[in-house]
Antibody
Framework: DVQLLESGGGLVQPGGSLRLSCAAS????????LSWVRQAPGRGLEWVSA???????SYADSVKGRFTISRDNSKNTLYLQMNSLRAEDTAVYYC?????????????WGRGTLVTVSS | QSVLTQPPSVSAAPGQKVTISCSGS????????VSWYQQLPGTAPKLLIY???KRPSEIPDRFSGSKSGTSATLGITGLQTGDEADYYC???????????FGGGTKLTVL
């Protein structure tokens, strides 16, 4: 079975940094694109960043220059390095796997990890 | 503010049909596939429709999707109380080179 398990969330002060991880299993990790999607408390879903099977990455304007997505295919793990965190980055962060055709549809999601940015 | 526009809420009685619209642009919906997700309270989103109108094997045929021009629609027939959830449309925006989510629609089954 496909599983995605996020970790690394927690409480961080404004201006601080955090690295999220998403451990994947049940599929050939290196063959699929992945995204991070977040959801602020009581709000809708917001796409954050995506990484393809190669070096291609993309970011929402709200995080560009502050967040970095990466993957380690040897460890079947997706990462999100978050720097210069702001209160508005407070959210549950989900990792999501794209389908094989890379049409930006997410067939599997993790359960999410909560990031709280507060002093 | 979402690039894809959905109605904030819809409602219908059990057994009835409901549609949820998703309006975008030529660079988003017009040039890319649309997918739809169901999010039950306190849970992760679940894929309902991909590539505009295809259903994963585990999704019942009560759920359907369509796309025309720069808009997409999710249809749900035979409404059940268990369908009460938030529903989101998603696509890629080729001009902005970003992923875009609709603002979400809360479905109430009266």
């Amino acid at each position: 079975d496909v599983q995605l398990l996020e970790s690394g969330g927690g409480l961080v002060q404004p201006g601080g940094s955090l690295r999220l991880s998403c451990a994947a299993s049940g599929f050939t990790f290196s063959s699929y694109a992945l995204s991070w999607v977040r959801q602020a408390p009581g709000r809708g879903l917001e796409w954050v960043s995506a990484i393809g099977t190669g070096p291609d990455t993309s970011y929402a304007d709200s995080v560009k220059g502050r967040f970095t997505i990466s993957r380690d295919n040897s460890k079947n793990t997706l990462y999100l390095q978050m720097n210069s965190l702001r209160a508005e980055d407070t959210a549950v962060y989900y990792c999501a796997k794209e389908g094989a055709a890379r049409h930006f549809d997410f067939d599997y999601w993790g359960r999410g990890t909560l990031v709280t940015v507060s002093s | 503010q979402s690039v894809l526009t959905q109605p904030p809420s819809v409602s219908a009685a059990p057994g009835q049909k409901v549609t949820i619209s998703c309006s975008g642009s030529r660079s988003s919906i017009g040039n890319n596939y649309v997918s739809w997700y169901q999010q039950l309270p306190g849970t992760a989103p679940k894929l309902l429709i991909y590539e505009n109108n295809k259903r994963p094997s585990e999704i019942p045929d009560r759920f359907s999707g369509s796309k025309s021009g720069t808009s997409a629609t999710l249809g749900i027939t035979g409404l059940q109380t268990g369908d009460e959830a938030d529903y989101y449309c998603v696509t890629w925006d080729s001009s902005l080179s970003v992923g875009v989510f609709g603002g979400g629609t809360k479905l109430t089954v009266l």
